[in-house]
């Protein structure tokens, strides 16, 4: 049997819908529609600094107004929920102690100071694995003491990640651009690069449709498909509007 075709609308509700966010609905809600699948809307809502009162309510209004109608989502319910971020994070916490487990993703301990003083001359910043190479009992004990801590993903230093994106073809990254991003933060919430990928894989998502300003940081989402053992979904990644 063929597997259902599921797409999703994924916006942050740190300003009010506009043009490119309706588009990018439009694309995942036809191509859904088009293969007798799912459109899934959801909530992404893990920056509370940047949320904005009342944002939520313009996403629900904008899609049913425009008659892009989700068949799950925050306000309807289905399966797969909660369609709320901010809900999930018993969830990525699971998600992300197994994927430690595996070698994708470390504790880190760097305060402040210590981040700030990898700045080099140019300004620039790249997080230097410091935290990946303290032994094990260490970690538990800063742990255990309350220390605040941050997961990072462990992203290798050489080599080239490649994936095939369905509109601009095959993508070639090398790892030496990317770094070790921060997928839990000390609160706990996950960032957008670690709960993208737990949702999607999560939710049964089949084809991720979204702006090209993903195009470059896919390589770090396909290393933790590759590194739970899920399968990579179709990427479709829209080019902007000019
Ligand atoms: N929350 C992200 C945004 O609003 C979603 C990106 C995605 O579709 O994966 O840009
Ligand atoms: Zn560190």
């Known amino acids: 049997m063929e597997e259902t075709v599921r797409t999703r609308f994924a916006p942050s509700p740190t300003g009010f819908m506009h043009l490119g966010g309706l588009r990018t609905a439009l694309y995942a809600y036809l191509y859904a529609k088009s293969h007798n699948g799912k459109f899934i809307l959801r909530i992404e809502d893990t920056d509370q600094q940047r949320y904005v009162e009342g944002a939520v309510q313009v996403i629900y209004d904008s899609l049913k107004g425009s008659g892009l109608y989700y068949d799950e989502g925050p306000d309807i319910g289905g399966d797969y929920g909660p369609y709320v971020q901010s809900e999930r994070k018993a969830i990525y916490a699971e998600y992300a102690k197994k994927l430690i487990d595996l070698g994708g993703a470390y504790y880190c301990f760097c305060s402040k100071e210590r981040l700030e003083s990898l700045t080099d001359a140019n300004g620039n910043r790249k997080y ?115």
């Open 128 to 242: 230097d694995k410091h935290c990946l190479h303290l032994p094990k009992e260490e970690v538990e004990r800063r742990i255990a003491a309350g220390e605040p801590y941050v997961i990072r993903q462990n992203i290798p230093t050489e080599g080239t990640s490649t994936y095939e994106d369905l509109i601009y073809g095959t993508i070639n990254i090398d790892y030496s651009e990317l770094e070790d991003n921060i997928l839990i933060k000390s609160d706990g919430m996950p960032t957008y690069n670690f709960a993208n990928v737990v949702d999607d894989h999560l939710m049964g998502i089949t084809h991720v449709i979204r702006g090209t300003e993903y195009l470059s940081s896919t390589p770090k989402y396909n290393l933790m498909y590759d590194a739970f053992g899920w399968k990579r979904p179709v990427y479709i990644h829209l080019p902007p509007i000019m």
